[in-house]
């Protein structure tokens, strides 16, 4: 059974303060690790898809890396916007499978101006 | 290019009572999968749909069940309303080549 753990649960953090977010998995055969940021009330919007180890993405102030048993985001000098919880999800390789993600429980990120 | 929309925003409902939730997917895409969220925790996987048919569900009661549409529009539906079914419910869409997935906002459900 395919699962997913992120640590910590939830994280504070002085604007500027730099971190990074952990997300440890166990899946058989990985198509594909999500990331994706979730403000409140709201639905998980996309930040980034890494497919194989060594895998390294970025965007603004977030960069994403993979490794065979976990992805860290990593956050470089946040800001208040940066606020949000941050998911990590995983798609397994199964063959007819629908594709459909296991998501971890998630990191609530609260930056302090 | 509207993105995945979903109705309604809110909704209250009493134990015992049934529900429809409602999405339209976004432009260009053609299945649709629907996640039930609990407060404090991660979205979990109810059921997809694909060429109007069911493709595959997660580990949820028949008291679930879904439809698609000719133009890749979905509903959800539960029957026999618990207290547990308290939740924030989001609608997925994406394309058969596609890996990723684009979310609506939800609809959060409470059954008091």
């Known amino acids: 059974e395919d699962q997913v753990t992120q640590s910590p649960e939830a994280l504070r953090l002085q604007e500027g303060e730099s971190s990074s977010l952990n997300c440890s998995y166990t899946?058989?055969?990985?198509?594909?690790l999500f990331w994706y940021r979730q403000d409140p009330g709201k639905g998980p919007e996309f930040l980034f898809t890494?497919?194989?180890a060594g895998e390294e993405k970025e965007k603004e102030r977030l960069k994403a890396t993979l490794t065979k048993k976990e992805s860290f985001l990593h956050i470089t000098a946040p800001k208040p916007e940066d606020s949000a919880t941050y998911l990590c999800?995983?798609?397994?390789?199964?063959?007819?499978?629908?594709?459909?993600?296991?998501f971890g429980s998630g990191t609530q990120l609260t930056v302090l101006p | 290019d509207a993105g995945v929309t979903q109705s309604p925003t809110h909704l209250i409902k009493t134990r015992g009572q049934q529900v429809t939730l409602r999405c339209s997917p976004k432009?260009?895409?053609?299945?649709v999968s629907w996640y039930q969220q609990a407060l404090g925790q991660g979205p979990q996987f109810i059921f997809q749909?694909?060429?109007?048919?069911?493709?595959q569900r997660g580990n949820f009661p028949d008291r679930f069940s879904g439809h698609q549409f000719p133009n890749y529009s979905s509903e959800l539906n539960v029957n026999a309303l618990l207290l547990g079914d308290s939740a924030l419910y989001l609608c997925?869409?994406?394309?058969?080549?596609?890996?990723?997935?684009?979310f609506g906002s939800g609809t959060r459900l409470t059954v008091v």
């Open positions: 997925a869409s994406s394309t058969t080549e596609d890996y990723g997935y684009t």
């Open positions: 999800a995983v798609q397994c390789l199964i063959s007819g499978s629908a594709r459909q993600l296991t």
């Open positions: 432009s260009g895409h053609d299945t």
């Open positions: 890494l497919y194989s």
């Open positions: 749909y694909y060429e109007e048919e069911e493709r």
């Open positions: 899946v058989s055969g990985l198509r594909g």
